[in-house]
Every structure is written in structure tokens, then in C-alpha cells.
């Protein structure tokens, strides 16, 4: 068994999956945050925020750097979250459908020298 050399502070098999493929042990600490939209906080600063908490929030369980991410479908600006249930999903897809959107992923590692977090677009622009 390899010993984990970073805690990752999501449930997501996805994340834990892609840590794993570039030879990444991990230990999972999933952190439940609150995830409310502040008040004018635009999309790009909303995802980092949660991604920053995240990682914040494993840091009393482990002695390891932690990660965290979030990541937000964005159409026209507006940020469409989890669907609640199926037809929300439906409703969801419907309104993307023929149109574009934009995905963004942020990941923030927090360790003994501070925090380090990095925000990536899909598809990317300069706005």
C-alpha cells in the first residue's frame, strides 16, 4: 500500500480518480462547507472561494497538504449549480442545449508554506 502524500478534502471519485492516474496517493477527507453564492460574487471568484475552503476546512484533520476544488457550470454569467433531481437536471440540460457555457475548476492546496490556488476555464477566455 503507498503511503497517501496529500489529503483530499472532496467525496468526488472523479477527483480521487485523476490524483490516482498521475500516481498520486491520497487519504479523503471530504469537508462539507457552506456553498451559498455571496451577494455581486461573480462565478470565477465563487469557485475559488470554495475550492480555498475546502482545502481549509481538511486542514485540522491530517498532517498533509490538502486540496480542495469546486467547479461551476456559468451561462450568461449565471452559475447553474447541482440539479436538485431529475427534472431539474432535464431543465438544466435544455437551457444549455445549442448554447455556449463556460466550466470553470478551481484547486487550491493548502500546506506549511500557505495557500497556492490555481482557476482554469473551459472554454477559455481573457473576460
Not at 29 to 53: G, K, N, Q, W
Amino acid at each position: 500500500m503507498t503511503v497517501p502524500v496529500l489529503c483530499l478534502a472532496s467525496a468526488s471519485p472523479r477527483r480521487r480518480a485523476l490524483l490516482a492516474s498521475i500516481g498520486v496517493p491520497v487519504t479523503v477527507h471530504p469537508c462539507d462547507i457552506d456553498e451559498s453564492l455571496f451577494a455581486d460574487e461573480v462565478p470565477t471568484a465563487y469557485v475559488s472561494r470554495l475550492a480555498m475552503a475546502k482545502a481549509e476546512a481538511a486542514v485540522p484533520l491530517t498532517d498533509l497538504p490538502t486540496l480542495g476544488s469546486d467547479t461551476a457550470v456559468v451561462v450568461d454569467g449565471r452559475i447553474l449549480g447541482k440539479p436538485v433531481d431529475a427534472q431539474h437536471g432535464a431543465e438544466m440540460l435544455q437551457l444549455l442545449s445549442g448554447r455556449s457555457h463556460e466550466v470553470l475548476t478551481a484547486v487550491a492546496v493548502s500546506g506549511p508554506e500557505g495557500m497556492l490556488s490555481l482557476l482554469c476555464r473551459y472554454p477559455g477566455d481573457d473576460a
